[in-house]
């Protein structure tokens, strides 16, 4: 006789057509404009890296599942996405060899040693460039434009704003302009130069409805803020460095990010906060990485106190 059991879960029960692979297809998608701005302004090399990037991430993501036992998901599109997003925080002239260990650390390290999608409490494709930094910090922070080497943004703003006055304006201190930083004609990680490119891809996936606007919203304005209340150039410190690309494709990530609506503004404006402390006094210009990874941490105390108290639920 066929089993007829009822298998009961606690309500609510919520159902939606939505799956994983529609989900990371559609940050594929997103991530175009950016690919095609790196290609644009390193040139081919750019796309090569990215291209690495991806297949040491999806043939890692293979082997470690037919070595688990488990059935092979790299059809979901997630390997590919933390491919691509691991090549975008790369300088251009990063060495092949690097891009692949970088790929294999955060496939391996970052997602499958803790169960795979769904399990990994840190944002894989910043584990990955976290290992890179550490092990190879010197082609990590060597930077390319038009051939030429050249210094990244954000060390150029804070050491001229911190020798200006506090009226003073990126663009009376440095050699490029507020809309050399929104298209990106200026030095810097592949996919981070060219606020315009990220911009239109966030844009689709908030229109899709697949990222939550308060998590950035609450990134954003808390840099725009303090680097006001400090005296330095908010607006270049929103359009300088990672803080766009982190802000809406990794702080955003479903897995590593709370799920109540109070935990996302406090993941928002703590990894705000750990932003600015780093870029404006720590001895790293950059702080983006390692704010969305020190809240990684905080998800599940987050979501612990802003848990939503059920009907009928007694303190």
């Known amino acids: 006789m066929k089993d007829k059991r009822f298998i009961v879960s606690s309500s609510p029960h919520i159902r939606d057509l939505t799956n994983n692979a529609e989900i990371m297809?559609?940050?594929v998608v997103a991530l175009v404009p950016a690919i095609i701005s790196a290609v644009y302004f390193f040139g081919l090399q750019a796309l090569v890296i990215i291209l690495t990037s991806v297949l040491g991430a999806v043939v890692t993501e293979y082997l470690f599942q037919k070595a688990r036992g488990k059935k092979v998901t790299i059809s979901d599109g997630s390997a590919v996405v933390t491919g691509i997003l691991l090549a975008l925080t790369l300088p251009p002239a990063?060495?092949?060899?690097?891009?692949l260990i970088g790929s294999v650390v955060a496939i391996g390290l970052g997602k499958q040693v803790f169960g795979g999608l769904g399990h990994n409490p840190f944002n894989p494709a910043l584990v990955g460039r976290a290992f890179l930094m550490a092990a190879y910090s010197k082609p990590m922070s060597s930077w390319i434009l038009d051939g030429q080497t050249t210094a990244t943004p954000l060390p150029t703003i804070n050491t001229a704003l911190m020798?200006?006055?506090?009226?003073?304006t990126v663009a009376e201190v440095v050699e490029f302009t507020y809309w050399d930083l929104f298209i990106g004609r200026i030095g810097g990680c592949l996919g981070e130069t060219s606020a315009l490119a990220l911009l239109l891809g966030a844009a689709y996936l908030l229109y899709k409805g697949f990222i939550d606007w308060r998590i950035p919203t609450g990134m954003l304005s808390t840099v725009f803020i303090l680097t006001l209340i400090a005296g330095r150039?908010?607006?270049?410190?929103?359009?300088?460095g990672g803080l766009i690309l982190g802000a809406f494709f990794m702080a955003t990530d479903m897995v590593t990010s709370p799920v109540t609506k109070r935990g996302r503004w406090i993941f928002g404006v703590g990894a705000?906060?750990?932003?600015v402390i780093i870029r404006l006094w720590g001895g790293?210009?950059?702080?983006?990485?390692?704010?969305?990874l020190i809240m990684n941490t905080a998800v599940p105390l987050i979501d612990r106190f802003t848990r939503p108290r059920s009907f009928g639920e007694v303190a």
């Open 25 to 27: 297809w559609s940050v």
């Open 94 to 99: 990063s060495p092949l060899w690097m891009v």
């Open 163 to 168: 020798n200006a006055t506090t009226s003073a």
């Open 233 to 240: 150039d908010p607006l270049a410190h929103l359009l300088a």
């Open 272 to 275: 705000g906060l750990i932003v």
């Open 284 to 292: 790293y210009p950059e702080g983006v990485m390692y704010s969305i």
